[in-house]
């Protein structure tokens, strides 16, 4: 089934009058939500072009029973800001939103409207990409577990004509993909002077450590592969999602580009006064497999366990002063990902009286997982040092419904794609006692995700024309 024939004849009508009935009590200022039930499903909507502007997609793999993915198409309403107060900003905004955010659920679904949220790395970064960004979707599709819903969302002032609106919106995202035969090569943009430079501030950040100026910096790079053909994006998110089922499957599309990856870090997730937070770091891997170069093999060693204590400890101090009780941190886990490991400890709280999702997000971003330690000197240091990251990487991405609850994830293992082009985007984290060279090896092998993942990718059968995404 195409989008374009998602809602049948009687699901239009009863949108429309839905439609009329819920803004008997919404302001023109006011946001209106509509949520439809649309019965048991296998879709994932990867058939749609996710290059779209504000067109996202989230998708989790049946790790815990059920699968789950999100599909949210245009823009309902939105806010974007940037600057050391861009947390603050969005909290307002959400605040002043959320007051007058109706939702008619009268199908009980007990599923929540959500809001986009979306921020890069650095306060003051400058890109194509919004700084900071929170987007209500005019149009979001979800499935949980096999059951399908639909929310449709617009602001008071601009209902009239709203339902021919959202059926142009699913219309559009119906239209077939690219055609095109699969990409028959991949070229990397060999640039061996960016990796001398990335050794170079290696080295710095080593002196620097030494010196007790900091006691850890995440260093960025990137990688450019070119292809002859557009890279279709919808066999690349179904391979990530089979192949890293641990992970949280992402795409973001913007002004022709898209930011897609498989993120293994959770970097909060809120349900009432509950908090959880993620600290992840110390990798592991079979580096002379996967890059030819020297390869860390365990997750034992001093650097590896320095870094995962750093962020442990940064995660749990950020939270003590908004949480009402704070468990002590568990001993850290593996987590596997076919050729790459981390250590990741989960620590848990209960949230004070007034404490919201956007305060989080400014308490524990940066973690020194991606960023550094202290997390102000760091910042200056990269800043200073030229650091530069594409998009959102190392930012973070999520969702906060009406109520005020949410989850963001880190951006992580990711490409910025336009049509031929791909930007793949890694870091690694220098304490003392690191190696530059093994550090550039460590990035080799994140960035080794998605590249494997592109190269392989393109020979999977795209999803047919109309479709609503594989299956």
Same mark, same amino acid.
């Given at each position: 089934m195409s989008l374009g024939q998602l809602l049948d004849r009687r699901l239009i009508g009863l949108l429309q009058r839905r439609l009329v009935a819920g803004l008997?009590?919404?302001?023109? &200022?006011?946001?209106?939500?509509?949520? =439809?039930?649309?019965g048991q499903g296998g879709d994932d909507w990867l058939g749609v072009d996710l290059t779209r502007n504000h067109v996202n997609w989230w998708a989790r793999a049946p790790t815990s029973g059920s699968g789950e993915c999100r599909l949210a198409i245009g823009r309902a309403m939105s806010f974007c800001t940037a600057g050391a107060a861009r947390f603050p900003a969005l909290q307002a905004a959400f605040a002043g939103l959320s007051a007058v955010w109706r939702h008619d659920d009268?199908?009980?679904?007990d599923v929540q409207p959500l809001?986009?949220?979306?921020?890069?790395?650095?306060?003051? &970064?400058?890109?194509?990409?919004?700084?900071?960004?929170?987007?209500?979707?005019?149009?979001?599709?979800?499935?949980?577990?096999?059951r399908r819903t639909a929310t449709f969302s617009c602001v008071g002032a601009e209902a009239e004509g709203a339902v021919k609106r959202w059926l142009g919106e699913l219309q559009a995202a119906s239209r077939p993909l690219d055609d095109s035969p699969p990409v028959s090569?991949?070229?990397r943009r060999a640039n061996v002077l960016a990796e001398q430079v990335f050794l170079a501030r290696a080295r710095a950040a080593l002196a620097d450590i030494a010196g007790g100026? =900091?006691?850890?910096?995440?260093?960025?790079? &990137?990688?450019?592969?070119d292809a002859d053909e557009t890279i279709a994006v919808a066999p690349l998110l179904a391979l990530l999602l089979r192949r890293y089922p641990e992970c949280t499957i992402y795409g973001v599309g913007h002004q022709g580009q898209g930011?897609?990856?498989?993120?293994?870090?959770?970097?909060?997730?809120?349900?009432?006064d509950r908090v959880q937070a993620d600290a992840l770091a110390g990798t592991a891997w079979l580096g002379a497999a996967a890059t030819d170069q020297p390869g860390s093999l365990t997750l034992q060693d001093g650097k590896n366990r320095r870094e995962q204590q750093l962020v442990v400890d940064a995660v749990h101090a950020a939270l003590v002063p908004l949480c009402a009780s704070l468990a002590l941190p568990q001993?850290?886990?593996?987590?596997?990902?076919?050729?790459?490991?981390?250590?990741?400890?989960?620590? #848990?709280?209960?949230?004070?009286?007034?404490?919201?999702?956007?305060?989080?997000?400014?308490?524990?971003?940066?973690?020194?997982?991606?960023?550094?330690?202290?997390?102000?000197?760091?910042?200056?240091?990269?800043?200073?040092?030229?650091?530069?990251?594409?998009?959102?990487?190392?930012?973070?991405?999520?969702?906060?419904?009406? #109520?005020?609850?949410g989850e963001a994830v880190v951006v992580?293992? #990711?490409?910025?794609i336009e049509r031929t082009r791909a930007e793949l985007f890694a870091g690694a984290g220098i304490v003392a006692g690191s190696q530059p060279a093994q550090e550039l090896a460590e990035t080799e092998a994140k960035l080794a995700v998605i590249a494997d993942a592109l190269q392989h990718a393109r020979y999977a059968r795209p999803p047919l024309a109309g479709r609503t995404g594989t299956r």
């Open positions: 008997a009590g919404t302001p023109a &200022s006011g946001l209106l939500s509509i949520t =439809l039930d649309l009268q199908a009980r679904t809001a986009h949220v979306g921020f890069a790395f650095a306060p003051e &970064s400058v890109d194509q990409w919004p700084n900071a960004r929170l987007l209500v979707p005019a149009i979001l599709l979800q499935n949980r577990g096999g090569a991949l070229r100026k =900091l006691d850890k910096l995440v260093l960025a790079r &990137s990688l450019n592969i930011l897609f990856g498989a993120t293994p870090e959770r970097l909060v997730a809120l349900r009432g001993a850290a886990e593996v987590m596997q990902l076919r050729g790459l490991q981390h250590l990741r400890t989960t620590v #848990c709280g209960r949230l004070r009286q007034g404490v919201g999702f956007f305060d989080l997000l400014a308490a524990l971003h940066p973690t020194p997982a991606v960023g550094g330690w202290p997390a102000a000197v760091a910042g200056e240091w990269l800043q200073a040092h030229g650091e530069q990251r594409g998009a959102w990487y190392s930012g973070g991405l999520g969702w906060v419904d009406r #109520c005020g609850d992580l293992r #990711c490409a910025r």
